[in-house]
């Protein structure tokens, strides 16, 4: 079982930052691929991100490349996603999640709110 805690949302204007950060309990936190989605009004939740055990392999949606930055600390059991140029079409509720999207574990969810 995995307890996955989020934070660092917030509201933003359109081109600031934003660090999300999420918390696991456990102690296999290590060897889970961690993942990052987003589920904006109206539409269902997407992928944004992810990252290997290791951290070596990092893969993104192509809306957030070259803008967002997902990475891990596995002393810490937290990854972490580092938005910057911020968007208004980037607001959503983010979702931390360890395992997989299809029977993983997920996290309350944080609000990110881009304002134009």
């Known amino acids: 079982q995995v307890q996955l805690v989020e934070s660092g949302g917030g509201l933003v204007q359109a081109g600031g930052s934003l660090r999300l950060s999420c918390v696991a309990s456990?102690?296999?936190?290590?060897?889970?691929?961690m993942g990052w989605f987003r589920q904006a009004p109206g539409k269902e939740r997407e992928f944004v991100a992810r990252?290997?055990?290791?951290?070596?392999?990092?893969v993104y949606v192509d809306s957030v490349k070259g803008r967002f930055t997902i990475s891990r600390d596995n002393a810490k059991n937290a990854v972490y996603l580092q938005m910057n140029s911020l968007k208004p079409e980037d607001t959503a509720v983010y979702y931390c999640?360890?395992?997989?999207?299809?029977?993983?574990?997920w996290g309350q969810g944080t609000q990110v709110t881009v304002s134009s």
């Open positions: 999640n360890a395992g997989g999207a299809a029977s993983g574990y």
């Open positions: 456990g102690r296999t936190f290590s060897s889970y691929t």
């Open positions: 990252i290997s055990w290791s951290g070596g392999i990092t």
